[in-house]
């Protein structure tokens, strides 16, 4: 494998971080980020890390890229943080697609996190505050977090306090279908935030559809509302299901 560098006097590998061994670290490899493969390294010397997970140790790049050749592989970049870098034979395409392969993965497994939001003024009127209200309402019935903004104008801010009688206003108005989960804290850019979120069992439907009770004819009721509407026509009913097809009457001969 290491023919070409046969002789070379390689330095004793040595771990990046104290007490922790280069192959137990995890090498920081993203699709996100650019890596360098074979001629695209220039750094020189390189920390080698065989394809097998060996450590090679350190060695010129010209022999790391040699060393790749002859087992037919690719030589990836896998730390350039570390002084000197840390290079590793591997074959680059399959190593892309099993990355590629765990990204996707944890895209789909990731859960959305959507939070909605109401404003409110400290010194609405209640025909606004009833608009908004519902509009929360709306939201957490659906399942979603809300937060809830006060937006103070510059002269709002002497009295904070009205600002504060709204939010406890919409927290007991909500009170059947939300809890607080954040309370209002500090006014940040002259808002004044809190976050609602649903109770247990609100926004998810716990009725299952409803099936067809049969009638005592063995028919379900939308079947015999179908037969009724064939007779009123003048068609003839359908056979149950399960039922024989009946025989066509045999023709009477004339003498």
């Known amino acids: 494998m290491l023919s070409g560098i046969a ?4 330095s004793p590998a040595r771990p990046a971080e104290p007490g922790v061994p280069l192959r137990a670290r ?3 490899i993203s699709l996100q980020t ?3 493969v074979n001629h695209q ?7 080698l890390i065989g394809h097998d997970g060996t450590q090679i140790g350190v060695v010129s790049i010209e022999d ?3 060393a790749a050749r002859e087992v037919g592989l690719d030589l990836v970049e896998v730390d350039p943080n570390a002084r000197p870098i840390v290079c590793k034979i591997m074959d680059w395409g399959k190593a892309k697609y099993e990355l590629a392969k765990k990204e996707k993965l944890a895209k789909r497994h990731e859960k959305t996190l959507e939070i909605k939001q109401v404003k409110f003024r400290p010194g609405i009127d209640d025909h606004d505050f009833d608009t908004k209200l519902s509009h929360a309402r709306r939201f957490l019935e659906e399942g979603k977090r809300t937060k ?4 103070f104008r510059r002269r709002d801010l002497r009295r904070p306090e009205n600002g504060i009688r709204v939010l406890d206003r919409v ?7 939300a809890k607080v989960e954040t309370r209002p804290g ?4 002259r808002d004044l935030t809190m976050v609602l979120v649903p109770l247990a069992g609100v926004g998810h439907s716990t009725k299952k559809p409803a099936h067809a009770k049969p009638d005592g004819d063995g028919q379900s009721r939308p079947e015999a509302a179908k037969d009724q509407a064939r007779s009123e026509k003048g068609e003839p009913a359908a056979a149950p299901a399960g039922a024989a097809a009946a025989e066509p009457p045999e023709p009477v001969s004339r003498q």
């Open 41 to 47: 390294i220039r750094l020189s010397p390189v920390r």
């Open 7 to 10: 002789g070379l006097a390689l």
């Open 64 to 66: 790391a890229r040699e």
């Open 34 to 36: 650019r890596t360098r």
């Open 148 to 151: 809830v903004t006060i937006m």
């Open 186 to 189: 500090k006014i940040e850019n």
């Open 26 to 28: 995890r090498l920081p």
């Open 171 to 177: 927290a007991e108005e909500l009170g059947d279908v």
